[in-house]
């Protein structure tokens, strides 16, 4: 026991001065605590203060290397920076685009959709990340909120955007490739402030309608800082301790399989900024997920990185052909999303070992802009259900509902605290009062505690269902299934799903006697929602829903937590 506190001891004391060499004055990453929003904040003293000083630095530094690769498309470090100047000269002189508007981006991950982001983002303009899985109505809702001047997609996905108001002018940049034809153009000067808005992320309605949560250039400029200074200061603490001399290492280009979708934060964040500041070659897929060629694209492109969201580990790691292609050069695979399960865990390790050192994952949110907490090696094998410690920058409390404090290994609602922080839900007051609170304290909506410096998540506690990496709110879905003539009632909760985290159930109530038509009621759904949220589990029940004094339903009673009669399946 004696050694084991001393090894601890060792390992936190080397983790100490490795933070202080790296964040002290003169290091890498000195940190300061200045003004954000009228809140003291920790930040990077030597940090790039928009997207465009940040993206000029990173394209300058990696000239030379492959940049973006889409099919036979393969765009260079050097090729980008003319492509972006070029697009946004266009998005201002031909449609007037300018500081403040929206541009809103409905497509799937390609170069052009990185491209359209940088651009809008250069001309202190916001862009608006529609998901692409969206259906016609939810795409009309994100329209209608966010007024954008111009909507950039490809062909199939703006055929849902099928009720766009005439005064948004829309870029099919399949029809139209020479909208992004680069000419040499000049790139616009524009004043850009650290706090200005630069781009919306849609999440998962609380109240039936998907949010805009508005992110800052600091915001973003800050998640590649803190994700980058992570990574690096774990490598210098292992390193230290096998006695490496870090500056003898081989400087490869690592190669991420890009298949997070690029309207989410683990696919724009993460996936592009955070891989174009270490000169990573980013390679998209087209289609839809096809594990097959997921393998096929790991072996001829060398892949180094691959977070698979959902149930895309699963589905390559069962695949029948998996041994057949080379994935030797997969050393980093990561999952976003959901937790990391042990089952999956164990599937890493099995069927890539050579990357099962690497297992890691981190906590964050839309709204968070960043990864709040992290866990990885070693102490992610101590303790596979936990989240990990607070990353540079941030703060968490566990609170309870009056907002009060709690101590160690007591249960409440995890709120945080960084520079990084969305500033507001766009034309959403409300929410955003509820959700920031004073001295912009973000609420999280999950419940979990603190253990030893260690936040573990209670996933059983929230509301939300995770299903491959989607965050679905079930109140959206109960809204649309009591819309229904034939339903009186309804309430949907998550199922665990050994692949996909967990799956959507729905549980009816009819307004007569009679059996369920299932079929009829996810066709009803289909009409305004996406495909993942459409319940895959049914059960009818003939007696009312259990509910508590203030009406509220008590899913607690329905997930098998208490015994209820009165249902059929």
Avoid at 38 to 45: H, I, S
Avoid at 235 to 249: E, F, N
Wanted: proline share 4%; glycine share 8%; aromatic share 6%.
């Amino acid at each position: 026991m004696g050694d084991d506190m001393d090894e601890t001891k060792d390992q936190s004391t080397l983790a100490e001065e490795v933070r202080a060499e790296l964040c002290g004055p003169g290091g890498q990453w000195e940190t300061a605590v200045e003004d954000v929003l009228g809140e003291q904040c920790l930040v990077f003293r030597n940090r790039h203060r928009d997207l465009q000083k940040m993206f000029n630095a990173y394209t300058e530094k990696w000239k030379g290397r492959e940049c973006l690769v889409f099919g036979e498309k393969r765009i260079t470090y050097d090729e980008l920076p003319n492509m972006v100047r070029t697009l946004s000269h266009r998005l201002n002189t031909d449609f007037g685009v300018s500081a403040g508007d929206r541009v809103a981006i409905l497509a799937a991950n390609s170069p052009e959709w990185v491209i359209s982001f940088f651009a809008t983002t250069f001309l202190g303009a916001i862009s608006v990340a529609i998901n692409g899985w969206w259906t016609s109505t939810e795409i009309d809702h994100a329209l209608r909120l966010t007024e954008p001047k111009v909507l950039i997609g490809d062909s199939r996905r703006l055929m849902r955007a099928n009720s766009i108001d005439s005064e948004i002018d829309v870029v099919d940049f399949e029809k139209n490739p020479e909208f992004f034809e680069p000419s040499g153009i000049d790139q616009i000067r524009v004043d850009i402030k650290e706090d200005d808005p630069a781009l919306i992320l849609f999440t998962s309605g609380t109240t039936g309608r998907a949010k805009g949560a508005l992110l800052s250039h600091r915001g973003l400029v800050g998640f590649v800082d803190g994700t980058i200074h992570n990574a690096q200061e774990k490598k210098a603490i292992a390193l230290r301790q096998l006695g490496i001399d870090p500056s003898t290492l081989p400087n490869q280009q690592e190669v991420v399989l890009a298949t997070s979708p690029l309207f989410h934060i683990s696919g724009l964040l993460a996936g592009v900024l955070m891989n174009m500041a270490n000169g990573t070659k980013i390679v998209f897929r087209k289609g839809r997920f096809d594990p097959s060629d997921v393998l096929r694209i790991i072996e001829k492109e060398r892949v180094t990185n691959w977070t698979a969201i959902g149930d895309m580990g699963p589905r390559v790691m069962s695949h029948p052909d998996l041994s057949s292609f080379d994935t030797s050069s997969l050393t980093r695979m990561s999952s976003g999303g959901a937790h990391l399960s042990l089952h999956m865990q164990e599937q890493i390790s099995q069927y890539f070992p050579q990357a099962a050192a690497s297992i890691g994952q981190g906590y964050g949110s839309s709204e968070s802009c960043g990864v709040i907490t992290s866990i990885g090696g070693q102490e992610f094998k101590e303790n596979p259900s936990s989240a990990g410690k607070a990353c540079m920058g941030y703060e968490v409390d566990i609170r309870d509902e009056d907002n009060n404090s709690l101590p160690d290994r007591v249960e409440g609602e995890i709120h945080v605290r960084s520079a990084c922080t969305m500033l507001r839900y766009w034309g959403n007051p409300k929410a955003t009062q509820a959700t920031i609170k004073p001295n912009r304290w973000l609420a999280m909506g999950d419940i979990g505690q603190m253990k030893n410096g260690l936040l573990f998540i209670n996933a059983r506690a929230r509301d939300m269902i995770i299903r491959s990496g989607e965050n679905i709110y079930p109140v959206e879905i109960e809204h649309r299934l009591e819309a229904h003539p034939d339903v009186s009632e309804a309430a949907v909760v998550g199922v665990d799903h050994l692949e996909k985290g967990q799956e959507v159930k729905a549980i009816v109530v009819l307004e007569s006697d009679g059996d369920l038509n299932i079929e009829n009621l996810r066709e009803w759904c289909r009409e305004t929602l996406a495909e993942y949220k459409i319940p895959v589990v049914w059960e009818q029940r003939i007696i009312p829903l259990p509910r508590n004094a203030s009406g509220k339903v008590v899913k607690g009673a329905l997930t098998g937590d208490q015994e209820l009669s009165g249902h059929k399946d």
